[in-house]
Protein backbone atom coordinates (compact mmCIF):
# COMPACT_ATOMS: atom_id res chain seq x y z
CA UNK A 1 0.00 0.00 0.00
CA UNK A 2 1.09 3.06 -1.32
CA UNK A 3 1.44 6.14 1.46
CA UNK A 4 -0.44 8.32 -0.42
CA UNK A 5 -3.36 6.24 -0.58
CA UNK A 6 -3.66 5.82 3.29
CA UNK A 7 -6.72 7.73 4.58
CA UNK A 8 -5.14 11.02 6.44
CA UNK A 9 -5.41 10.72 10.61
CA UNK A 10 -8.87 12.63 12.09
CA UNK A 11 -6.79 14.55 14.58
CA UNK A 12 -8.48 15.93 17.60
CA UNK A 13 -8.57 19.27 19.02
CA UNK A 14 -10.92 18.27 21.36
CA UNK A 15 -13.26 15.18 22.39
CA UNK A 16 -16.19 15.79 19.97
CA UNK A 17 -19.67 15.75 21.50
CA UNK A 18 -20.70 11.92 19.91
CA UNK A 19 -17.30 10.59 20.76
CA UNK A 20 -17.94 11.22 24.47
CA UNK A 21 -21.57 10.10 24.77
CA UNK A 22 -20.53 6.48 23.07
CA UNK A 23 -18.19 6.22 25.45
CA UNK A 24 -19.67 7.49 27.97
CA UNK A 25 -23.00 4.97 27.18
CA UNK A 26 -20.67 2.35 27.08
CA UNK A 27 -19.56 2.91 30.97
CA UNK A 28 -16.38 1.99 30.21
CA UNK A 29 -13.31 0.95 27.89
CA UNK A 30 -9.77 -0.71 27.82
CA UNK A 31 -6.89 1.76 27.43
CA UNK A 32 -3.99 0.03 26.07
CA UNK A 33 -0.23 1.58 25.74
CA UNK A 34 2.08 0.05 22.88
CA UNK A 35 6.03 1.69 22.83
CA UNK A 36 7.01 0.81 19.17
CA UNK A 37 10.29 2.23 18.98
CA UNK A 38 12.63 5.33 20.23
CA UNK A 39 10.43 8.09 18.57
CA UNK A 40 7.91 8.56 16.36
CA UNK A 41 8.06 11.70 13.46
CA UNK A 42 4.38 13.27 14.61
CA UNK A 43 5.19 16.17 11.53
CA UNK A 44 5.55 13.29 8.85
CA UNK A 45 2.62 11.31 10.35
CA UNK A 46 0.74 14.22 10.49
CA UNK A 47 1.40 15.37 7.28
CA UNK A 48 2.49 18.46 9.26
CA UNK A 49 5.59 19.40 7.71
CA UNK A 50 5.60 22.89 7.18
CA UNK A 51 4.79 23.44 11.31
CA UNK A 52 7.22 24.80 12.94
CA UNK A 53 5.29 24.26 16.57
CA UNK A 54 7.11 20.63 17.62
CA UNK A 55 4.37 18.18 18.87
CA UNK A 56 4.75 15.94 21.66
CA UNK A 57 1.52 14.12 21.14
CA UNK A 58 -1.35 13.88 18.93
CA UNK A 59 -4.83 12.83 19.59
CA UNK A 60 -6.95 10.96 16.67
CA UNK A 61 -10.38 9.49 16.60
CA UNK A 62 -10.12 5.79 15.28
CA UNK A 63 -13.68 5.25 15.26
CA UNK A 64 -17.07 6.43 16.49
CA UNK A 65 -16.19 4.76 20.01
CA UNK A 66 -12.61 4.92 20.25
CA UNK A 67 -9.37 7.42 19.70
CA UNK A 68 -5.66 7.09 20.50
CA UNK A 69 -2.55 9.22 21.76
CA UNK A 70 0.42 8.94 19.94
CA UNK A 71 3.61 10.28 21.42
CA UNK A 72 6.88 11.71 20.01
CA UNK A 73 8.56 9.16 21.79
CA UNK A 74 7.60 6.07 20.68
CA UNK A 75 4.12 5.01 22.80
CA UNK A 76 0.58 5.43 21.32
CA UNK A 77 -1.97 4.80 23.77
CA UNK A 78 -5.46 3.44 22.68
CA UNK A 79 -8.93 4.03 24.25
CA UNK A 80 -11.77 1.18 23.39
CA UNK A 81 -9.61 0.60 20.11
CA UNK A 82 -10.61 -3.04 17.96
CA UNK A 83 -7.71 -5.42 17.38
CA UNK A 84 -7.58 -4.33 13.82
CA UNK A 85 -7.66 -0.32 14.37
CA UNK A 86 -4.86 -1.18 16.60
CA UNK A 87 -3.13 -3.32 14.25
CA UNK A 88 -3.52 -0.89 11.43
CA UNK A 89 -2.00 2.31 13.69
CA UNK A 90 0.61 0.78 14.83
CA UNK A 91 1.80 -0.32 11.32
CA UNK A 92 1.09 2.89 10.18
CA UNK A 93 3.16 5.08 12.85
CA UNK A 94 6.03 2.68 12.20
CA UNK A 95 6.97 3.95 8.94
CA UNK A 96 7.51 6.86 11.39
CA UNK A 97 9.53 6.26 13.92
CA UNK A 98 12.83 5.49 15.04
CA UNK A 99 14.70 2.56 16.13
CA UNK A 100 11.68 0.08 15.70
CA UNK A 101 11.34 -2.36 18.55
CA UNK A 102 11.71 -5.98 17.84
CA UNK A 103 8.91 -7.02 20.47
CA UNK A 104 6.57 -3.83 21.43
CA UNK A 105 6.60 -3.48 25.29
CA UNK A 106 2.78 -3.32 26.10
CA UNK A 107 0.41 -2.60 29.27
CA UNK A 108 -3.71 -2.18 30.01
CA UNK A 109 -5.67 -0.25 32.34
CA UNK A 110 -9.44 -0.23 32.73
CA UNK A 111 -11.63 3.11 32.86
CA UNK A 112 -14.93 3.37 33.99
CA UNK A 113 -17.04 6.03 33.84
CA UNK A 114 -18.92 6.99 37.13
CA UNK A 115 -20.48 11.11 36.72
CA UNK A 116 -21.61 10.50 40.09
CA UNK A 117 -18.55 9.09 41.87
CA UNK A 118 -14.85 10.66 42.98
CA UNK A 119 -12.48 10.31 40.08
CA UNK A 120 -9.55 7.80 40.91
CA UNK A 121 -8.63 4.18 41.79
CA UNK A 122 -11.05 1.58 42.10
CA UNK A 123 -10.36 -1.62 42.66
CA UNK A 124 -7.53 -1.58 39.96
CA UNK A 125 -9.33 0.47 37.39
CA UNK A 126 -9.42 4.32 36.61
CA UNK A 127 -12.94 6.00 37.68
CA UNK A 128 -13.38 9.27 36.15
CA UNK A 129 -16.46 11.74 36.10
CA UNK A 130 -16.67 11.96 32.24
CA UNK A 131 -14.84 11.42 28.59
CA UNK A 132 -12.67 15.14 27.91
CA UNK A 133 -9.35 15.06 25.75
CA UNK A 134 -7.89 16.52 29.34
CA UNK A 135 -9.39 13.40 31.42
CA UNK A 136 -8.23 11.04 28.26
CA UNK A 137 -4.47 13.01 28.04
CA UNK A 138 -3.98 12.34 31.61
CA UNK A 139 -4.75 8.69 31.89
CA UNK A 140 -2.47 8.02 28.74
CA UNK A 141 0.07 10.31 29.85
CA UNK A 142 1.33 7.70 32.76
CA UNK A 143 0.27 4.94 31.39
CA UNK A 144 3.12 5.38 27.78
CA UNK A 145 5.39 6.80 30.80
CA UNK A 146 4.82 3.17 32.41
CA UNK A 147 5.14 1.21 29.26
CA UNK A 148 8.99 3.40 28.51
CA UNK A 149 9.96 2.47 32.08
CA UNK A 150 8.82 -1.37 31.68
CA UNK A 151 10.66 -1.23 28.52
CA UNK A 152 14.05 0.32 30.42
CA UNK A 153 13.61 -1.84 32.70
CA UNK A 154 13.81 -5.05 30.63
CA UNK A 155 17.18 -3.56 28.80
CA UNK A 156 19.03 -2.91 32.21
CA UNK A 157 18.48 -6.28 33.48
CA UNK A 158 20.25 -7.84 30.11
CA UNK A 159 22.75 -4.81 31.11
CA UNK A 160 23.26 -6.41 34.63
CA UNK A 161 23.56 -9.75 33.58
CA UNK A 162 26.89 -8.76 31.70
CA UNK A 163 28.02 -6.74 34.51
CA UNK A 164 27.88 -9.04 36.71
CA UNK A 165 30.56 -11.25 35.49
CA UNK A 166 32.93 -8.39 35.82
CA UNK A 167 32.56 -7.83 39.30
CA UNK A 168 33.07 -11.25 40.23
CA UNK A 169 36.26 -12.03 37.88
CA UNK A 170 37.30 -8.95 40.26
CA UNK A 171 36.52 -10.88 43.50
CA UNK A 172 37.56 -13.71 42.79
CA UNK A 173 40.62 -13.35 40.72
CA UNK A 174 41.71 -10.22 40.60
CA UNK A 175 41.38 -9.97 36.73
CA UNK A 176 38.30 -8.76 34.38
CA UNK A 177 38.82 -10.85 31.45
CA UNK A 178 37.37 -8.17 29.10
CA UNK A 179 38.38 -5.80 26.73
CA UNK A 180 38.26 -2.32 26.66
CA UNK A 181 35.83 -2.14 23.98
CA UNK A 182 33.47 -3.53 25.48
CA UNK A 183 33.29 -1.73 28.90
CA UNK A 184 32.98 0.70 26.91
CA UNK A 185 30.13 -0.27 25.69
CA UNK A 186 28.44 -1.14 28.87
CA UNK A 187 29.22 3.11 29.34
CA UNK A 188 27.71 3.76 26.39
CA UNK A 189 24.54 1.96 26.86
CA UNK A 190 24.11 3.78 30.18
CA UNK A 191 24.57 7.32 28.70
CA UNK A 192 22.11 6.49 25.82
CA UNK A 193 19.29 5.27 28.02
CA UNK A 194 19.63 8.05 30.20
CA UNK A 195 19.70 10.35 27.52
CA UNK A 196 15.91 8.61 26.00
CA UNK A 197 14.99 8.94 29.99
CA UNK A 198 15.76 12.64 30.81
CA UNK A 199 15.80 14.14 27.49
CA UNK A 200 13.44 12.84 25.38
CA UNK A 201 10.84 11.38 27.37
CA UNK A 202 11.34 13.21 30.66
CA UNK A 203 9.14 10.76 32.60
CA UNK A 204 8.84 12.52 35.93
CA UNK A 205 7.85 15.49 34.61
CA UNK A 206 3.93 16.28 34.77
CA UNK A 207 2.04 16.55 31.66
CA UNK A 208 1.12 20.00 30.80
CA UNK A 209 -2.47 20.11 30.33
CA UNK A 210 -2.67 19.94 34.37
CA UNK A 211 -1.68 23.79 34.38
CA UNK A 212 -4.78 24.07 32.49
CA UNK A 213 -7.23 21.58 34.34
CA UNK A 214 -5.85 21.82 38.13
CA UNK A 215 -8.78 20.05 39.10
CA UNK A 216 -7.44 16.39 37.57
CA UNK A 217 -4.20 16.81 39.83
CA UNK A 218 -5.45 14.22 42.70
CA UNK A 219 -6.29 12.15 39.50
CA UNK A 220 -2.60 12.47 37.70
CA UNK A 221 -1.10 11.89 41.75
CA UNK A 222 -3.13 8.74 41.62
CA UNK A 223 -2.06 7.36 38.65
CA UNK A 224 1.51 7.90 38.85
CA UNK A 225 1.21 6.24 42.71
CA UNK A 226 -0.83 3.46 41.74
CA UNK A 227 1.85 2.68 38.50
CA UNK A 228 4.65 3.12 40.57
CA UNK A 229 6.13 5.90 38.38
CA UNK A 230 8.24 7.89 40.39
CA UNK A 231 10.02 4.67 42.20
CA UNK A 232 10.50 3.09 39.14
CA UNK A 233 12.43 5.81 37.94
CA UNK A 234 14.52 6.22 40.84
CA UNK A 235 15.86 2.64 40.86
CA UNK A 236 16.10 2.57 36.82
CA UNK A 237 18.77 5.57 37.47
CA UNK A 238 20.43 4.25 40.85
CA UNK A 239 21.00 0.82 37.96
CA UNK A 240 22.10 3.10 35.88
CA UNK A 241 25.08 5.46 37.96
CA UNK A 242 25.72 1.55 39.72
CA UNK A 243 26.48 0.11 35.97
CA UNK A 244 28.13 3.23 34.38
CA UNK A 245 30.54 3.63 37.69
CA UNK A 246 31.32 -0.47 37.69
CA UNK A 247 32.22 -0.09 33.68
CA UNK A 248 33.84 3.07 34.11
CA UNK A 249 35.82 1.40 37.33
CA UNK A 250 36.70 -1.64 35.57
CA UNK A 251 38.10 -0.05 32.81
CA UNK A 252 40.27 2.22 34.50
CA UNK A 253 41.78 -0.96 36.17
CA UNK A 254 41.95 -2.61 32.82
CA UNK A 255 43.88 0.35 31.69
CA UNK A 256 46.30 0.34 34.43
CA UNK A 257 47.21 -3.56 33.62
CA UNK A 258 47.88 -2.16 30.55
CA UNK A 259 50.19 0.70 31.48
CA UNK A 260 51.83 -1.67 33.95
CA UNK A 261 52.57 -4.50 31.56
CA UNK A 262 53.68 -1.51 28.70
CA UNK A 263 56.27 -1.14 31.90
CA UNK A 264 57.50 -4.02 31.98
CA UNK A 265 57.73 -4.15 28.18
CA UNK A 266 60.07 -1.40 28.30
CA UNK A 267 62.31 -3.42 31.16
CA UNK A 268 62.92 -6.16 28.97
CA UNK A 269 63.26 -4.44 26.08
CA UNK A 270 66.03 -2.54 28.04
CA UNK A 271 67.25 -5.10 29.47
CA UNK A 272 67.60 -7.32 26.10
CA UNK A 273 69.41 -3.99 25.26
CA UNK A 274 71.63 -4.37 28.00
CA UNK A 275 72.74 -7.73 27.44
CA UNK A 276 73.55 -7.46 23.93
CA UNK A 277 75.46 -4.42 24.90
CA UNK A 278 77.33 -6.44 27.48
CA UNK A 279 78.23 -9.28 25.25
CA UNK A 280 79.53 -7.12 22.39
CA UNK A 281 81.66 -5.60 25.03
CA UNK A 282 82.82 -8.91 26.51
CA UNK A 283 81.73 -12.28 24.69
CA UNK A 284 82.31 -11.05 21.14
CA UNK A 285 84.99 -12.30 19.05
CA UNK A 286 87.53 -9.60 18.35
CA UNK A 287 88.41 -9.54 14.60
Not at 131 to 136: D, G, N, R
Not at 209 to 221: N, Q, R, S, V
Request: one cysteine or more.
Amino acid sequence: MQLEDIHPLDILSSIPEELSANLAQLGSCEVNAVLIGNEINLKALTNKGASSRKESSVLIRLAEQSAALIYSFGAIVFFNATTSATVELISRCQRFASHLISTPETEQFSVIIQPDQPEGIVRNKVSIKRISKAHLEIIADALAKSVVIEYHENRIGSIFDKIEPIAKSLKERGKLGYRSNDLLKHIGASLVMAQEMVGKIEVTEKPLILWEHGELEPLHAQLVEDLEIIERQSTLERKLELISRTAQTSLEVLQQHQSHRLEWYIIILIGIEILLHLYQMFLSPVV
